[in-house]
């Protein structure tokens, strides 16, 4: 049986007009799943991958209408290609991450590592290249709805102040010792909350993957210093000579909140 959705964490708390859609049958607790691709066929498999999972699905074949849906259905996740007519997938991706954190899978044929690293710097959760296995396709999307699921009941929901920094949920900030206030991407947000509050810990690319990406997820070799790089840029008073955020060679990373 599916469990009920979280929350709509990363769009103010809206629950979606079930009005006229219920008949006596239908799971209507199922995760909504958004699929944007203008690949018929791509967009089609995709599609009933996911339907036989027993996931709602809606698709779109732009960035426009994936943008409207998104307002009009409330999705729990996002599947998005890149090389789209008009709005690409960068871009979708880019306006989504100013308001929003509904969490995001980037699926498409620009494979390379460089491609999958801006996607991720764009602030999406995970970046699948085509051609895919399906079962790989459907364990990341487990894992993303369980990473979006434990944060908005788990630890992370909670403020956590340490030596200055303060750590906002809510709003996926932080408050630098400074007084300056940071946004962060949602798997930023995640990444410095598991090492601020391990403080002082080095916690391995394995841990931080397990807990940030989830257990099943196995990313890519440097998936975990894209990110410390992104932090280093936005908290670090000089990213080239980090103070807070220290690289144990070999082993992993630390915050070390310093004097």
């Known amino acids: 049986m599916l469990a009920p959705p979280p929350s709509r964490w990363y769009n103010g708390g809206r629950e979606p007009d079930l009005a006229g859609k219920s008949g006596p049958q239908e799971r209507v607790y199922a995760m909504k799943v958004l699929v944007v691709d203008d690949d018929r066929p791509s967009l089609k498999m995709t599609a009933f991958l996911l339907r036989e999972e027993g996931y709602t699905v809606f698709t779109a074949d732009n960035g426009q209408d994936a943008l409207r849906l998104i307002d009009e259905k409330a999705p729990d996740l996002l599947i998005l290609d890149v090389m789209m007519p008009g709005m690409d997938g960068w871009e979708v991706t880019r306006r989504l991450r100013r308001t929003t954190n509904l969490p995001i899978i980037i699926l498409s044929a620009k ?43 788990g630890e992370p929901q909670n403020q956590l102040v340490v030596s200055g920094f303060r750590l906002d949920p809510l709003n996926n900030s932080v408050t630098l010792p400074s007084g300056k206030v940071v946004e962060l991407t949602p798997i930023e947000f995640r990444l410095l909350h598991c090492l601020v509050r391990n403080n002082g810990r080095v916690l391995t690319h394995e841990q931080l993957l397990s807990t940030v990406w989830g257990s099943e997820y196995e990313g890519y070799p440097n998936q975990v210093a894209v990110y410390i790089r992104r932090l280093r840029t936005k908290i670090e008073p000089n990213p080239d000579e980090p103070r807070y955020l220290l690289t144990a060679r070999g082993v992993g990373y630390r915050f070390e909140a310093g004097s």
């Open 111 to 153: 494979g390379e590592t460089s491609d999958r690293v801006y996607g991720l710097d764009l602030g999406a959760d995970d970046y699948l290249a085509k051609p895919f296995e399906p079962s790989e396709l459907l364990a990341r999307v487990r894992a993303v709805l369980r990473r979006a699921e434990a944060f908005t009941f």
